[in-house]
């Protein structure tokens, strides 16, 4: 988007802010950016539609991702016994099993 004298002028003034993500000229209000403290004016500086956009598309990468890591664990190789993750095989060495520890006297 072109960025106008008109626009540059509203941004000057306050009422209208640029969107870091998108470049879109908006009104500076609750309306169009997220609130966020730490910012000078109080407000994000991505637009609601560009954060809402990005955390989609990011989203949709983790689901992406995790179902390709899922498919590259080994099924179980011998019927009738259960995979034993790497943490269950770590942590069997510490835990003590019921009824095997001796009765304090």
Same mark, same amino acid.
């Given at each position: 988007?072109?960025r106008?004298t008109?626009?540059? $002028?509203?941004? /000057? +003034? *306050?009422?209208?802010?640029?969107?870091t993500k998108?470049?879109? @000229?908006?009104? /500076?209000t609750?309306?169009?950016?997220?609130?966020?403290?730490?910012?000078? =004016? *109080?407000?994000?500086p991505?637009?609601? =539609? +560009?954060?809402r /956009?990005?955390?989609k $598309?990011? #989203? +949709? *990468?983790?689901?992406?991702?995790?179902?390709? #890591?899922?498919? =590259?664990?080994?099924?179980?190789t011998?019927?009738?016994? +259960?995979?034993?993750?790497?943490?269950?095989?770590?942590?069997?060495g510490?835990? @003590?099993?019921? *009824?095997?520890?001796? $009765?304090?006297?």
């Amino acid at each position: 988007m072109a960025r106008t004298t008109n626009d540059e $002028a509203k941004i /000057a +003034a *306050g009422t209208h802010k640029r969107c870091t993500k998108s470049g879109i @000229v908006l009104p /500076a209000t609750p309306e169009f950016f997220y609130r966020d403290k730490s910012q000078k =004016d *109080g407000l994000s500086p991505w637009s609601k =539609d +560009a954060e809402r /956009a990005y955390n989609k $598309a990011y #989203r +949709a *990468g983790l689901k992406d991702a995790k179902a390709t #890591r899922k498919g =590259d664990i080994p099924t179980n190789t011998r019927p009738g016994k +259960a995979r034993v993750t790497k943490f269950e095989k770590a942590m069997s060495g510490d835990r @003590v099993k019921r *009824g095997t520890h001796k $009765a304090r006297a």
